[in-house]
């Protein structure tokens, strides 16, 4: 049963990746779509492909979402215009870097903290209160595996995904009387821009990250997403972890003969 017909969907971070599949499967199911990321020509070609395929209203905004003023903004305007989401994905997430702890780089933690973290802060924090007010509304994070179990050099990147664990913990206790669903989504390891993000453009590198097994692909992760935001309104699906079959866990992967 499609539930998502005619609901509107934020989406942060939709010009690549997990975030731009998430759009892809709602407007395939005629949820209109608001799509913010920093990389504009990005977000322009994907509202000419899925107003074209779909029929569905999709707006989008350059927006960076450590830009708390920025934000805040952004949604006055969605206010104003009427159009805020029954449905946010705090997509927009990044890693920088894989270095020992005692090595890392400072303004790369800061980057990984401000978007991983404030960012999501920022976007939830600006909308909840419409769902609260409207008794209706579902907060969908993109989590990862990463914020249950540490690895080696992962250190502040792990820490911000187990504060987005907290959050949608701690956000599900406060909702509780209310109507609003808060879910996460925890992938594993998934092909996109992400490795080549943490290392900085190094694209070969990025490359060794997902060689000798099939990882996720961001449009697995999409599944999982819509599955998610599908559910009837009584049914609060609070984390989904979603791993590669070739990796149980994140020391346990298995590199030999998958496609
Ligand atoms: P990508 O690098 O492919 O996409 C990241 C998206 O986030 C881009 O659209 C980027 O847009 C956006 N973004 C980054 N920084 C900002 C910012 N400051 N403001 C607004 N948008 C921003 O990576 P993924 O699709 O893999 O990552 C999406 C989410 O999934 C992240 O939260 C990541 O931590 C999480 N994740 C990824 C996994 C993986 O293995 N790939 C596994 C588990 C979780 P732009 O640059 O245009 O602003
Ligand atoms: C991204 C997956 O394993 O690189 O969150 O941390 S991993």
């Given at each position: ?149 540490v690895y080696p050099a992962g250190n ?85 972890v979603v791993y590669p079959t070739d ?13």
């Open positions: 049963m499609n539930r998502l017909r005619g609901k509107r969907v934020l989406i942060t971070g939709a010009s690549a990746g997990i975030g731009r599949a998430c759009a892809r499967a709602f407007a395939a199911s005629g949820a209109d779509l608001l799509l913010s990321a920093r990389r504009f020509p990005n977000l322009e070609s994907l509202r000419r492909e899925l107003t074209l395929e779909h029929g569905v209203d999709v707006a989008i905004e350059r927006l960076d979402v450590r830009d708390r003023a920025g934000v805040e903004t952004y949604v006055a305007k969605l206010v104003v215009e009427n159009r805020l989401p029954d449905i946010l994905v705090n997509n927009a997430g990044l890693s920088r870097d894989l270095l020992p702890f005692h090595e890392g780089k400072v303004e790369g933690w800061e980057e990984m903290i401000d978007t991983n973290v404030k960012g999501l802060l920022y976007m939830s924090r600006a909308i909840i209160p419409h769902m609260v007010a409207r008794d209706q509304g579902h907060v969908i994070h993109i989590g990862s595996v990463a914020g249950d179990t502040v990147y792990n820490a911000t995904k187990f504060a987005v664990r907290a959050l949608n913990e701690g956000m599900n206790v406060d909702l509780v009387g209310t109507r609003v669903r808060v879910s996460s989504v925890d992938p594993g390891l998934v092909e996109t821009e992400f490795s080549e993000v943490r290392f900085r453009g190094d694209r070969e590198r990025a490359q060794t990250v997902y060689e000798g097994y099939t990882p996720l692909r961001a449009e697995d992760v999409a599944d999982v997403v819509h599955h998610v935001a599908n559910a009837p309104e009584h049914v609060n699906i609070h984390r989904t990796q149980r866990n994140p020391y346990i992967l298995h590199r030999g003969d998958s496609e």
